[in-house]
């Protein structure tokens, strides 16, 4: 007897299902992913401390979001390439410090957007 398909509906149901299990093993287990959400928490409450603009945070969340997406890529790349190959390779270095690199790119604009929003309202 053939197995029927599952539904659109549900397939989205169980992709999303999917999605926070991930989202879930990044927060239980990945201590980067531990550290941005503490920054991402502390920026937030700068935020509201300083006021910002509604400008300014869209610009901050967008920053908070590319960090975080970049660190749950880099952990994934970092998975793979341990599983591919659990013992030391130059090659599977390099595409971890690649990965890890994606990372330090995203930080570095989203530290650079942070001083642009909250050195003015420091110095005013």
């Known amino acids: ?36 959400i503490a920054i991402s928490i502390l920026m937030t409450i700068c935020g509201f401390v300083f006021n910002i603009t509604h400008q300014e945070w869209m610009i901050q969340i967008l920053c908070i979001g590319i960090v975080l997406v970049a660190e749950s890529l880099n952990t994934a790349i970092e998975k793979i390439a341990n599983f591919v190959h659990p013992d030391f390779h130059e090659k599977i270095g390099v595409i971890k410090d690649v990965a890890a690199g994606a990372v330090a790119f995203a930080a570095i604009i989203a530290i650079v957007e942070g001083l642009l929003i909250y050195i003015p309202k420091l110095v005013a």
Not at 7 to 14: E, Y
Request: glycine residues 2%; aromatic residues 12%.
């Open 1 to 36: 007897m053939k197995k029927e398909k599952d539904s659109f509906v549900l397939n989205r149901i169980k992709s999303i299902s999917f999605a926070f299990k991930g989202l879930w093993l990044l927060l239980k287990s990945e201590k980067s992913i531990k550290t941005q």
